[in-house]
């Protein structure tokens, strides 16, 4: 795969990403498909746009 289709391929993913955001109902759902846009952003070589802070992460407790 060559280095442009690369970055199409990551800015399609950080699109994506973002449209999950978007359309979330958790909070925490909506942290991490923000969080994953911003990584496809990076890897797209672009920019990252401001996102809200991810939401704390849950701890499980393990019985």
């Known amino acids: 795969m060559s280095e ?23 909070p925490e759902i909506r942290a991490i498909h ?4 911003d990584r496809y952003a990076l890897l797209a070589g672009k920019e990252m746009p401001t996102t809200p802070a991810p939401a704390p992460r849950l701890q499980l407790a393990l019985s």
């Not at 442009?4 to 958790?26: D, F, G, K, Q």
């Not at 923000?34 to 846009?37: H, P, S, T």
Request: net charge positive; glycine share 0%; charged share 25%.
């Open 4 to 26: 442009l289709n690369h970055a199409e391929y990551y800015r399609s993913r950080e699109r994506h990403a973002r449209i999950m955001a978007a359309s979330a109902v958790s």
């Open 34 to 37: 923000a969080d994953f846009a």
